[in-house]
């Protein structure tokens, strides 16, 4: 694109901008300022992200269209709003980069992420308050809403809910984020597109030039108060007869409501009108802070003020009482003076202030500076949309910013909008910089004081591309209030966090934490995205719980194979239930170099459809594994504890006494929230010796021991075993996770209270058994609520999951809550006095890890065989296939997807994330 500064007429111009606006003092006197025939980026100075930008689809040149603007002490920001793909930056600040005036990405490229709800998706425009140099930023949330999917193949796109930014210039730092209610600004159809600021009252007023069936509509918002109204009518609706607008001899037609908003200086009267309308009307703002006064009396005071002589684009009112608007038919800017006039609004009170058919085709948005001038966007967004706008002729720029002579200013500037209105909030943290983050300290009263490791507002993963995460929430694989995490692991320096798809729209349930550079925690695929596929039984379709061994480096991995889908019954309700995708898994991965040690599918004794089995640990002495099923077995009875050995590569379930139950109720911070979720045997707990396994239901209170001798037996008849298991004692409330520390100090979330208990051993008669309860940590309302899981790290520290299942389970949980600070998720870091895992303990050795290739049994030992068969077979069957192609053919292109066929059977696979040196 052709910067300003490349035309002689604005390169005359540059140093008057610099010496700080030498102007005539004739109204009218008019300046293009800046002028392009497609606008370009401030990009890094290696042009490699902006190859790579283009090359994404992430910009498209054409597609970037400027339209709002406002001023700051002489400093121009710009939106580009993302009405079609391709739009790197939605907010900038002009600046000069040598001859040329480009777009920076204002407040950053960060910023400017798509997909991501803490960033800016889409903004239309925004207000500056001259006084306190708050930029109060509108962001639609929603993308490409003027495109059609042949014409990209994406199309209209529902990103994030739509939300109020307040952003401090002076400070650089967000003031408050208010993420608007889906009953006030539509998360699929609005179209937020103009605010004004009421700094005597803090309010601020937005056109939304959509809304749910095209009503159009105007929000209120209270700073104090931090909520907001809808207000919609006849008012806000299209005009009859007024969708097609005559522009150089061509109709174009739109079919906008209100889109113009403008406040009068004392911040009395709001005036609006549809661009698709000649109407101007007017309310009493009084009447829309009034919250408890229902939309049917507030359309009976609104006033008609008068008619314009053209429909118009974008509003402004002046502190010199002066009401300015675009005339688009007429390729120009009019004012109408409500001092000299009164409320005479009517084409022979109105004045025609510039004009011209070339440069000022479609005039979008105003805004004032310091200096007695009125500035003024124009892009010719009538051929845009209609697909004429021609980028190849540098001598006729598409896109211009303009200033004009009036010896006004804002009306935010008039003497009336007191300014202490504007210093009285304090900055809060917004969900912007919580999204995913290290924290160095943290606190989680009382007990000890646990350190807070993590936490997030919401999960996001490393995605490959930024296209890739658009498309993925797009095509719905991607909610982001369906991804909570569960099971946390870590070895060395490498953290696993698993997110179970209990809902749809998780696209990755297995996965290590990575630090960006902006501090952000992102979610890793592990080992790769391949092994996510959903439907592909090969691959990894839901993971609750993991295990690792520290001294053998290996991780062992529980998939249940069934996943959240959503349901819809015959009258349109949605439901989200579970099915059996795959059949149930184990895999063990060797941490060193990402291989799968072994692959176990379970047997459909377990019943494939109705087992929920989650929670798993690990007997090293006898390389016996045991996982919890809270689900059914095949037999239509409770799941029980499934056995399995790696021996003999057999497995077995074990019923338990544990009442199944699918409602259970549950108080945290005086609410009850009623789960409805299988609640058979979820906890498990290994003693250090092995000698005997502890285990509790999710739905009740009550914790029982078994001998693992008696499970490991294949001889003994599950029922027999269970009549041997005994109760230990009353927990007082359910548990979702306990560990056993090699010190045998059984440690045990409590989901009432939001706590970690410990028990400590004692010896009676030769017999193990625990005495407590004692507090650990806990208790610090959200931050503590639903402790989910626990786990050693490899230094020796009980690791906490905090996730809020209960709330997750019941639909009151959302990644876009209103609470700035509410963070959702949590990892603590306890030190439990250097205790470690069971599975750590003095009782096993590393000479105790399982290798399927140092095992000499006959039926692994003919499965190797037979695999590599298999293998050395296909292998030479596809080199002989291309070898006779390369004969039969002779072409090239045979090598090429030779040699694609190769490097896709090694793309995707992680780097060793252990070092086997030890």
């Not at 967000?174 to 597109?193: G, T």
């Not at 005597?200 to 209120?220: E, L, T, V, W």
């Not at 291989?595 to 002495?621: C, G, L």
């Not at 626990?790 to 019941?810: A, E, H, I, P, Y």
Request: overall charge negative; proline content about 5%; charged content about 15%.
């Amino acid at each position: 694109g052709q910067g300003a500064c490349d035309m002689s007429c604005i390169a005359a111009l540059f140093p008057v901008l610099l010496l700080g606006y030498v102007h005539s003092q004739n109204i009218g006197d008019t300046d293009i300022v800046y002028e392009w025939v497609s606008v370009e980026y401030d990009w890094p100075k290696d042009g490699v992200m902006r190859d790579q930008y283009e090359a994404k689809g992430l910009y498209v040149p054409h597609n970037n269209v400027p339209a709002g603007i406002k001023i700051y002490k002489d400093a121009v920001y710009v939106t580009v709003p993302r009405w079609k793909h391709g739009v790197p930056s939605t907010l900038n600040k002009v600046v000069h980069t040598g001859t040329r005036a480009v777009l920076q990405p204002f407040p950053s490229w960060e910023m400017q992420e798509l997909g991501n709800c803490s960033s800016l998706q889409y903004v239309q425009s925004m207000e500056i308050d001259p006084k306190c140099g708050w930029m109060w930023i509108i962001d639609v949330g929603r993308v490409n809403i003027l495109e059609s999917p042949d014409e990209s193949g994406l199309g209209p796109i529902n990103l994030c809910p739509p939300k109020l930014v307040i952003y401090d210039l002076n400070r650089h730092e967000i003031v408050r984020v208010h993420v608007f209610d889906n009953s006030v600004a539509s998360h699929s159809a609005n179209f937020l597109n103009d605010i004004v600021v009421d700094r005597i009252h803090r309010f601020a007023y937005i056109s939304d030039a959509q809304g749910n069936n095209s009503q159009g509509g105007i929000i209120a918002y209270s700073f104090d108060e931090d909520k907001a109204r809808l207000f919609y009518g006849l008012s806000t609706k299209i005009e009859i007869n007024a969708e097609h607008i005559e522009i150089n001899n061509h109709f174009y037609t739109f079919k906008t409501p209100s889109d113009g908003i403008a406040l009068k200086e004392d911040g009395s009267t709001l005036f609006y009108c549809a661009l698709s309308g000649y109407t101007v009307y007017t309310l009493d703002t009084e009447l829309l802070r009034n919250f408890a006064l229902p939309v049917t009396a507030i359309r009976q005071q609104v006033q008609h003020l008068g008619t314009k002589v053209s429909q118009s684009d974008g509003l402004a009112f002046s502190s010199g009482r002066k009401l300015f608007f675009g005339a688009e038919s007429e390729n120009a800017v009019y004012y109408w003076d409500e001092q000299v006039d009164g409320n005479r609004f009517e084409p022979a009170t109105e004045k025609k202030l510039v004009s011209n058919s070339t440069t000022m085709e479609w005039v979008d948005t105003f805004a004032f500076d310091e200096h007695g001038y009125l500035w003024f966007t124009t892009n010719r967004l009538d051929k845009f949309i209609a697909g004429e706008l021609n980028f190849s002729n540098p001598s006729d720029p598409n896109f211009r910013i303009i200033r004009v002579f009036v010896n006004d200013s804002s009306y935010l500037d008039s003497e009336t909008a007191n300014f202490t209105h504007c210093a009285t909030a304090e900055p809060t943290t917004s969900p912007m910089l919580t999204r995913g983050h290290s924290h160095p300290t943290g606190t989680m009263p009382p007990g000890v004081s646990p350190r807070r490791l993590y936490s997030w507002k919401y999960l996001d993963y490393n995605w490959p591309n930024p296209h890739a995460k658009i498309l993925s929430k797009a095509r719905g694989n991607f909610v982001q209030p369906n991804n909570m995490p569960l099971q946390v692991a870590n070895i060395q320096n490498t953290t696993f966090l698993t997110v179970p798809r209990l809902k749809p729209g998780v696209p990755s349930t297995l996965n290590t934490l990575i630090n960006t550079t902006s501090g952000e925690v992102l979610l890793n695929p592990y080992p790769n995205w391949a092994m996510q596929q959903l439907g592909n039984c090969t691959a990894l379709q839901s993971v609750e719980s993991i295990e690792i061994d520290h001294l053998c480096k290996q991780m062992w991995v529980v998939d249940s194979g069934r996943v959240g889908y959503l349901h819809h019954d015959v009258d349109g309700a949605a439901e989200v239930r579970i099915m059996s995708m795959c059949p149930p898994k184990l895999i063990i991965f060797n941490l060193t170099d990402n291989s799968i040690i072994r692959q176990h599918e379970f047997s459909n004794t377990m019943s494939h459809s109705m087992s929920a089995i989650s929670n798993i640990v690990i007997d090293k002495v006898h390389q016996v594994a045991y996982i919890a099923n809270r689900g059914h077995n095949n037999h239509g009875s409770i799941g029980g504890i499934v056995v399995y050995d790696f021996e003999t590569n057999r497995e077995r379930q074990v019923p338990t006494p544990l009442p199944l139950g699918y409602s259970s109720s549950l108080m945290f911070n005086d609410k009850v929230y009623n789960l409805t979720l299988p609640m058979g045997t979820h906890s498990l707990a290994l003693v250090p010796n092995t000698s005997r396994l502890y285990f509790c239901a999710l739905g009740g209170h009550t914790l029982y021991s078994v001998s693992t001798d008696d499970l490991r037996n294949f001889s003994i008849p599950g029922l027999n075993v269970t009549s041997k298991m005994k109760i230990v004692q009353d927990l007082k409330s359910p548990s979702a996770s306990m560990i056993f520390g090699s010190s045998g100090k059984l440690y045990y979330g409590l989901q009432s209270t939001g706590s970690v208990y410990v028990l400590n051993p004692a010896l009676h008669s030769g017999d193990f058994s625990l005495t407590g309860p004692h507090l650990v940590a806990g208790g610090e309302h959200t931050k503590s609520q639903w402790p989910a899981s626990l786990t050693f790290s490899s230094n020796g520290k009980l690791l906490v999951v905090v996730n809020r299942f209960d709330q997750f389970v019941t639909g009151d949980i959302s990644c876009s809550s209103p609470s700035a600070v509410d963070n959702q998720f949590y990892i603590w870091e306890i030190d439990v006095n250097v205790d470690k895992s069971y599975i750590d303990s003095d009782f096993v050795n590393s000479s105790n890890c399982p290798m399927v290739a140092s095992k000499d049994n006959s039926e692994l030992a003919q499965r190797t065989v037979t695999i590599f068969t298999i293998t050395i077979a296909s292998v030479l069957a596809v080199a002989i296939a291309v070898f006779l192609a390369l004969l039969l053919v002779g072409n090239k292109s045979i090598v090429s997807m030779a040699q694609k066929m190769e490097s896709e059977q090694k793309v995707g696979m992680a780097k060793p994330l252990i070092d086997d040196q030890n």
